[in-house]
């Protein structure tokens, strides 16, 4: 891992390296730049360039979507979140799940949290995966009953990746029985740009109280 190079956790590769080199034609749509990755072992805990995890995932994506599949990056981060935080891989064909699934388990393992731990937690995931980003929570200005979920200093973030993450994030509140709901808000450019999800929370005493404490975000 350096600090120059933008890198992403074996995590997420292992699954998409294992699902192309599972599918007929998955070698075939992957770059000749990118080959290397379907010939050496890939490992979880390792890091990789977050460049090359995205191109192999758009791989994976036109594969998957050429067979048929409907909303693909909504089906990877809804997977994602099974596999790496309740340690199900049911949605994914049999050729294409790997060994060790429920790396995470442990930020999955209550039935239901309140807010405040749940923000706590997809900041300390977000680091888990990126080595680069910086998710910042907070509170709208604008309602008590909604917070700010921010990523600034991270060139990724593109329409497929924001449908990736709030499929992941949904399925997260889904998971913990948060009550709450997720929706991506923006991405903004500019000196310091930013992309935003917002966490809408139901009108619970606990949950006003929780939102409270957070600082805003302007």
Excluded at 76 to 97: C, H, S, Y
Excluded at 160 to 167: I, N
Excluded at 171 to 189: D, I, P, Q, T, W
Aim: charged content about 25%.
């Amino acid at each position: 891992m350096t600090a120059s190079v933008p890198n992403y956790k074996g995590t997420g590769f292992v699954p998409v390296i294992a699902s192309l080199k599972a599918h007929p034609r998955g070698a075939r749509e992957v770059p000749p730049a990118l080959q290397h990755y379907l010939d050496r072992q890939i490992l979880s805990t390792d890091w990789y360039p977050e460049r090359d995890f995205m191109a192999l995932t758009e791989c994976l994506a036109r594969i998957l979507e050429r067979d048929g599949m409907r909303d693909v990056w909504t089906y990877f981060g809804k997977v994602a979140a099974e596999r790496d935080l309740k340690g199900t891989q049911q949605q994914v064909p049999a050729a294409r799940r790997i060994a060790k699934a429920g790396i995470y388990r442990s930020f999955a393992q209550d039935e239901e949290i309140g807010v405040s731990p749940f923000l706590a937690r997809m900041t300390m995931l977000w680091s888990l995966y990126h080595d680069s980003g910086r998710m910042v929570v907070g509170r709208s200005p604008d309602s008590d009953r909604v917070a700010l979920c921010r990523v600034y200093e991270y060139q990724f973030m593109t329409p497929h990746f924001t449908e990736l993450l709030t499929a992941y994030w949904s399925e997260y509140v889904n998971m913990l029985s948060v009550r709450a709901a997720l929706c991506f808000k923006r991405a903004v450019g500019g000196a310091e740009p930013f992309s935003e999800w917002d966490l809408t929370v139901e009108r619970t005493p606990e949950n006003l109280l929780a939102l409270a404490a957070l600082p805003v975000l302007s």
